[in-house]
């Protein structure tokens, strides 16, 4: 039930919705009626289902903090390690730099994203960087 809590009421709106369609399209036909047993057996199919959900659900739960416990740590390394680290489009704009890297070439990072990485790089090393950025893409 956990999955429930987390899901906005739109979407658990739409699930429910879509649960409704496919039991109307798996319903038994008029006049069809089950025996005592088979409800007593489909009840704890229902319960099995549900423990089930709610186990993959809490599976879901500790996977979704554990990748995002590796992505703090990957940001942490990413900006705050002690060289410039610079993440380039294939057309050499920057897309995400680290606070050495803006430090490195003296400018704010805000200033620096969605401009061209080029620019920085001396007139004599263009051409090694230009085969480098065309290299890795």
Known sequence: ?????KQ???EAIILRERAEGIIKKRRLKPGTELSEVEVLKLIHELEVHQIELEMQNEEILLSKEKADATAGKFTELYYFAPIGYFTLSKEGIIVEMNLCGSQMLGKERVSLKNRRFGIYISRMAKPTFNNFLSNVF
């Open 1 to 5: 039930m956990a999955f429930m809590k």
């Open 8 to 10: 906005s009421v739109s």
